[in-house]
């Protein structure tokens, strides 16, 4: 079990941060109108808005380098909960940003999971 969480946590990851460094707009697909993103203390609500925040981000390209994934089953919701610790590179940007995300995903009836929760924070210092 802990072995397919790892897994599951891995590869939620790989998808997500493909999508967000090739292609943001389909990151709207993750979520649902019952989602909510927290970005650096701003909390946003619904697929809709999430995308638009996600979409309007002053920067047009950037490169995700994850350095941790932490996974958890989440035996009240049937889900998983993700940590993930990385870096963020910005075109044209000499130096990184060091980041931190975690994801609650929530099984759907069809089988599959979307971002129920999601907090995103830059790591300063």
């Not at 203390?41 to 999430?50: E, H, L, S, T």
């Not at 995903?105 to 089988?111: D, F, S």
């Amino acid at each position: 079990m802990e072995e397919q969480i790892d897994t599951l946590g891995k590869s939620f990851v790989d998808h997500y941060y493909h999508l967000f460094d090739s292609d943001r707009p389909s990151l709207s697909s993750l979520y649902q109108t019952t989602s909510m993103l927290t970005f650096e203390g701003q909390k946003i609500f619904g697929v809709d808005d999430i995308s638009t925040k996600l979409n309007q981000l002053p920067f047009d390209q950037c490169r995700h380098l994850i350095s941790t994934i932490d996974s958890q089953p989440c035996t009240s919701t049937g889900g998983i909960v993700i940590f993930v610790s990385g870096s963020l590179q910005l075109a044209g940007e000499e130096h990184h940003l060091r980041f931190s995300q975690m994801f609650h995903l929530t099984p759907t009836q069809e089988g599959n999971f979307f971002v129920q929760n999601d907090i995103f924070r830059l790591n300063y210092g």
